[in-house]
């Protein structure tokens, strides 16, 4: 009872927002995922995207990368690097599934959001590789679609080393094979025209 004399109202509150399942976080910000084939097979790629802390050496975002602890199937990794000019470093928590993908979420940085995956497949005699990006920079002056633009850049960027790195030896053999060619080719010709001449 209050001094008045009437009773007291308590107040209702909200029932609890559901939770989200333990250890997943709903993504929000910024999506963007490319895709490549790798003409290696999916162990040979995912040997490479397993290293985390080598992503500085594909990235055009990220410049260095170390880790902070190991597991057989997990991996903590601060990176740091620069977003659109600015300084930025995000520590993320990533799940290893070898030789199918590699995934990660930020545990905490400069990013209100950050999260990303390596998906690989089989197809035919090489690897499908997907990489995808959601990114919420929290940083005012960037739009939604600046910081798309720069996803679509630091995506295709880092498929496109990921597999030149990944094919190297194999171009370097189909150049050395088609030099090869070129010289045989040229031989040939010289010996026509001399057959020619006699």
């Known amino acids: 009872m209050t001094e008045s004399g009437s009773p007291r109202r308590r107040r209702r509150r909200a029932p ?13 910000g910024v999506a963007y995922t490319g895709s490549r084939y790798f003409r290696v097979p999916p162990r040979q790629v995912y040997g490479m995207v397993a290293r985390l802390d080598r992503l500085p050496r594909w990235s055009g975002v990220w410049m260095r990368a170390e880790v902070v602890e190991r597991k057989p199937h997990a991996v903590v990794v601060h990176l740091k690097g620069y977003l ?14 070898p030789h199918v ?20 497949e089989l197809v035919e005699e090489g690897t499908l ?10 940083i005012s002056f960037l739009s939604p679609e600046a910081v798309h633009q720069i996803l679509v850049q630091e995506v295709e960027h880092t498929l496109n080393r990921l597999k030149w790195s990944a094919e190297r030896d194999i ?28």
């Open 16 to 28: 609890p927002a559901p939770a989200a399942p333990a250890g997943v976080s709903p993504p929000r």
């Open 84 to 97: 659109a000019g600015i300084p930025v470093e995000s520590v993320i928590r990533a799940t290893l599934t």
């Open 101 to 120: 993908q590699v995934a990660w979420q930020q545990a905490y940085g400069t990013f209100l959001d950050y999260a990303g995956s390596f998906q690989l």
């Open 129 to 138: 590789l997907r990489y995808g990006v959601v990114l919420d920079p929290g």
């Open 171 to 198: 171009l370097a053999e189909e150049i050395r094979l088609q030099r090869g060619r070129g010289q045989s080719q040229g031989v040939e010709d010289e010996s026509s025209m001399n057959a020619s001449e006699g």
